[in-house]
Structure formats: C-alpha cells, structure tokens
T-cell receptor
Framework: DQQVKQNSPSLSVQEGRISILNCDYTNSMFDYFLWYKKYPAEGPTFLIS?????DKNEDGRFTVFLNKSAKHLSLHIVPSQPGDSAVYFC???????????FGTGTRLTIIP | EAGVAQSPRYKIIEKRQSVAFWCNPISGHATLYWYQQILGQGPKLLIQ????????DSQLPKDRFSAERLKGVDSTLKIQPAKLEDSAVYLC?????????????FGSGTQLSVL
C-alpha cells in the first residue's frame, strides 16, 4: 500500500525555467510533509517542509504548495539550476515526528 | 560537525550468507533509524532507536533481520540469512529527538547486492 506517491519517475527542465514536482498521499492522518533531495552515492538531505495548517511555504528558490482537499503537494523550483539535478523524495509524517513515509522519488534533470 | 557515518560502502554476498552494517550517528543524537531503499522505491523505515532502546521495529523482518544499538551510540544491522530481495541501499539516519523531521540527517548508505 503506497501511501505517498510520486507518479513521475523523471522530469527534464531547461535551466532557468520552473521545475514542478508532484506528490499525492492517501493517509488522512499525515499532517506534515517534507521534500528531500538526493545526489548519487549520498543520503537524502532535507530541503523544505510544510505543515497541514499552511498551504504554502517558501524558501529561496523553493516553494512547496499543499492542497489538503486533494491530498496533493507540489514542489516548485524557480529558476532551475544545473545543481538542482537530483532525485527528489516527497515524505510525510504524523505530528511532525521523524517516522517518515517516503514516495518513490522523481529524478530531476536540468538541461543547460 | 561530522555527519552520519556508515560502513561498508558496498557489500556483495551470496544468498543465505550473513551480513552486517555499521552506523555511527552524529554526536549527541539520541534517535537513530535504519531505512531500506530498494531500487526504484523510496526509503522504508525498518527500525527506530531512542538511545539504546527500540521504539519501533514493526516493519523489521525479524526472522532474518536484527539490529542493536549498544550504549546508545553506534548501531549495527544484521541480515542472516540474506535473500535476493534484500538487495537494497541501507540508510542510517539520526537526530537529537523523535520530533522535528527537518533535523533528521542521513548517512550515505550501504549498498547491498545479494547474488
């Protein structure tokens, strides 16, 4: 039972354009959502998060949007840079604790 | 600040053999997790430690997997005997406490291939 889904295994975007990565969840108990970035041969690193009491959180070039009614969140990267090429995981938890349920990941490739 | 250290980096074994992975968390981090990441999937939680006690091992296949965290610092994860489906990257993560997912730090992982 995949409770967190990332339906796009890969995405290619031109440098300077907007990258939009999507994530859907099924468990209504999830109230905290995070995005992690993973480079090859490294562990995932925290990127940005959002609580269910918000619908948007912004940090520099990264913005996460949450649509609770649709159980959907998205990560926007503007402008996209070559260093953003990585695998991005969406993750969810209950109560902000660290027992995370991860999605399957989206491989983002930024084309120079 | 040193990160989460894991070893070995790679391990290749034959099915039915045993294998062990080691993790040294960030100094002062009380909570430690082991995750399994199968190719093409997201990391899946196997076990959570708080200091040297197990908090949650509900997703650990206990017939073949075991883990311990002696003295509340280093941890080892063992598989005995290994199966082909155990081929995955095993990630260790640590944090100061169980709440605050942004403060969770991952190691680089051990990539296990079972032939």
């Amino acid at each position: 039972d995949q409770q967190v889904k990332q339906n796009s295994p890969s995405l290619s975007v031109q440098e300077g354009r907007i990258s939009i990565l999507n994530c859907d969840y099924t468990n209504s108990m999830f109230d905290y959502f995070l995005w992690y970035k993973k480079y090859p041969a490294e562990g995932p690193t925290f990127l940005i998060s959002i609580s269910s009491i918000k619908d948007k959180n912004e940090d520099g070039r990264f913005t996460v949007f949450l649509n609770k009614s649709a159980k959907h969140l998205s990560l926007h990267i503007v402008p996209s840079q070559p260093g953003d090429s990585a695998v991005y995981f969406c993750a969810a938890s209950v109560g902000g604790n660290e027992k995370l349920t991860f999605g399957t990941g989206t491989r983002l490739t930024i084309i120079p | 600040e040193a990160g989460v250290a894991q070893s070995p980096r790679y391990k290749i074994i034959e099915k039915r053999q045993s294998v062990a992975f080691w993790c040294n968390p960030i100094s002062g981090h009380a909570t430690l997790y082991w995750y399994q990441q199968i190719l093409g999937q997201g990391p899946k939680l196997l076990i959570q430690f708080q200091n040297n006690g197990v908090v949650d091992d509900s997703q650990l296949p206990k017939d073949r997997f075991s883990a311990e965290r002696l003295k509340g610092v280093d941890s080892t994860l063992k598989i005995q005997p290994a199966k082909l489906e155990d081929s995955a990257v095993y990630l260790c993560a640590s944090s100061r406490g169980p709440t605050g997912a942004e403060k969770l730090f991952f190691g680089s992982g051990t990539q296990l291939s079972v032939l």
